[in-house]
């Protein structure tokens, strides 16, 4: 497995800086998610950005994994809107462009996987229409991540459509695509389910092909830094390994990115000595 580290982690810095400080930690590997300051899709200047980037990852020698998850980029004024379950088509399709721009991205920057999530309701559809507008929604976007061989990895959410397990495997019935796999967030299991990570690890086995990483405590969505939480990781790093998983292990602390240089480095001390023990 590589470590890596979140780039919404590093909000307050520019992303060669975010870059070079996460390489000089130590980290293999990166997510990096596009934000208004960070590779944003829209922006006049992308192409003279992405060649930097992929210059530094390079130089770095830097795996990455493209994030989809910033807050305010689509819509200024409502934290994560439009989504794919938007009551709209036009404000669906708005999230579906974005899309295919993250997967021109990463491939423009070799990125094997973008990563995104269900979103939340804004009407009173039923579960089932919801659900029917997210798969529609996941085929057009599986469907243009064909011609750049570039997976889907979906991330269940808290306080979103789909944000447990149960509901996870329910979309997967529901929708199926070679390109179609899982983000796992360490914590948001911790958070929602009720059996031990490692089980749910294991269970999911190849499916998995991104992994995010944080502590927290059963019951509450907060993301924390290591330690101050209640997540076995001795377990979750030998289920890791159980299920041979080789891609990155994101570090997520976005609400610790007014001391980001300081979580990084202990962030990567602590996952370095657990990957050296287990």
Request: with cysteine; hydrophobic share 40%; charged share 25%.
């Amino acid at each position: 497995m590589l470590l890596g580290y979140n780039t919404n982690g590093f909000a307050f810095h520019s992303l060669p800086s975010a870059l070079e400080i996460i390489a000089e930690t130590g980290y293999r590997s990166v997510a990096i998610t596009l934000d208004v300051h960070h590779l944003n899709p829209f922006s006049s200047h992308l192409e003279q950005e992405l060649e930097q980037v992929r210059k530094l990852l390079t130089d770095l020698k830097l795996n990455c994994v493209i994030e989809t998850g910033s807050r305010f980029l689509l819509d200024p004024r409502h934290k994560h809107q439009p989504t794919l379950l938007s009551p709209t088509e036009s404000s669906r399709l708005k999230r579906i462009d974005f899309y295919r721009r993250c997967i021109d991205i990463a491939s423009a920057l070799s990125a094997k996987t973008i990563s995104l999530w269900s979103g939340t309701a804004l009407d009173g559809a039923s579960q089932d229409e919801l659900l029917n507008r997210l798969c529609d929604g996941l085929e057009q976007v599986c469907r243009y991540a064909e011609e750049t061989e570039t997976e889907v990895a979906f991330e269940p959410e808290p306080g979103m459509l789909i944000d447990t397990m149960a509901s996870w495997e329910e979309l997967s019935r529901r929708f199926d695509h070679p390109l179609f796999g899982l983000t796992i967030d360490i914590g948001h299991l911790q958070c929602l389910e009720a059996d031990p990570i490692s089980a749910i690890l294991r269970q999911s086995g190849q499916k998995v092909w991104n992994i995010h990483i944080e502590d927290m405590r059963q019951g509450v969505h907060d993301h924390l830094r290591f330690g101050e939480g209640e997540i076995d990781f001795p377990a979750v790093m030998q289920a890791l390994r159980q299920i041979g998983y080789s891609q990155g292990v994101h570090v997520e602390l976005s609400r610790h990115a007014h001391m980001a240089p300081q979580v990084a480095q202990e962030s990567f001390r602590f996952l370095q000595n657990l990957v050296e023990s287990y």
